[in-house]
């Protein structure tokens, strides 16, 4: 005797098996995922400057010419009130001739070692060569390097947007998108 499985038979009562206990815990105590709150702008902003304020390096990314993001840890100058954020450079790096072909970059700061959150500043770049702004920016360090007058150049990236996470500040990822509370700068 051979036994004939019916799979079509057999789905439909899972289905409706699977739909009913959708329906009844849907209605318990088991609705614990809520819509994200609406974002206080002030909160973000103050949020934001928490988190930069307190990290060293960030990760700029860059599109290369084959249209991949290319990463890489930089030292920014000390970001101001309006976000826009400053680098200096060597005028031939790759990311030079990235910001040139394709001046939409991110910025990514975080502290990962405490687990305080992270901001995200989607922007738009602009190499600067300008060796009067470049001598009143200078750091330090930079007086080692010889001839950095001519090696450096600057970047400047005006921020389009700002994603935040602070758990110190309640700025928590939406809990079913996971999307970040952002603002629009621009």
Known sequence: MIFK??????KKPFILIAIALLVSVSGSGFSVLKAQSPVNRDT???????IINETTYCGLVTIDSLG?????TMNPFPVKEDFVIWFATARKSRKVREIKNNPKVCVYFADHINAKGYVNINGTATVIDDKELLVRMKREYWNGIPGWQDIFVLIKIVPGSI??????????????????????VQ
């Not at 499985?5 to 057999?10: D, E, L, P, R």
């Open 163 to 184: 994603e935040t996470i602070n758990y110190k500040h309640g700025l928590n990822n939406n809990p079913v998108t996971f999307k970040a509370p952002f603002i629009s």
């Open 5 to 10: 499985f019916n799979s079509t038979a057999m």
């Open 68 to 72: 991949q993001p290319q990463i890489r």
């Open 44 to 50: 973000l902003i103050l949020a934001a400057h928490e």
